[in-house]
């Protein structure tokens, strides 16, 4: 994880997505057959590219909702198996 001390702590490594990216690789064990999620996403976290490793992993995936809000863009995302 970049930086040092308190910025640590916001940092996320790459793309912010450090702890995401972990459980991306995991998520099918973390689901039922017919479960769904959600995930909260900044789009400095290149949402298109957390769209596509979900799809790539048999999900379907919608967005919910997006908002702006002092300089940051935040979305959901909704995934589910085959959906």
Do not use: H, T
Request: proline content about 2%; glycine content about 16%.
């Amino acid at each position: 994880m970049a930086g040092e001390g308190i910025e640590r702590s916001w940092a996320g490594g790459r793309l912010g997505r450090e702890v995401i990216d972990r459980f991306l690789q995991d998520v099918k064990l973390s689901l039922s057959p017919d479960g769904f999620g959600y995930i909260l996403l900044l789009n400095d976290n290149c949402p298109d590219e957390v769209a596509g490793i979900l799809e790539d992993g048999g999900f379907g995936v919608k967005k919910i909702i997006e908002r702006k809000i002092r300089g940051e863009e935040l979305l959901v995302l909704r995934f589910a198996r085959g959906n």
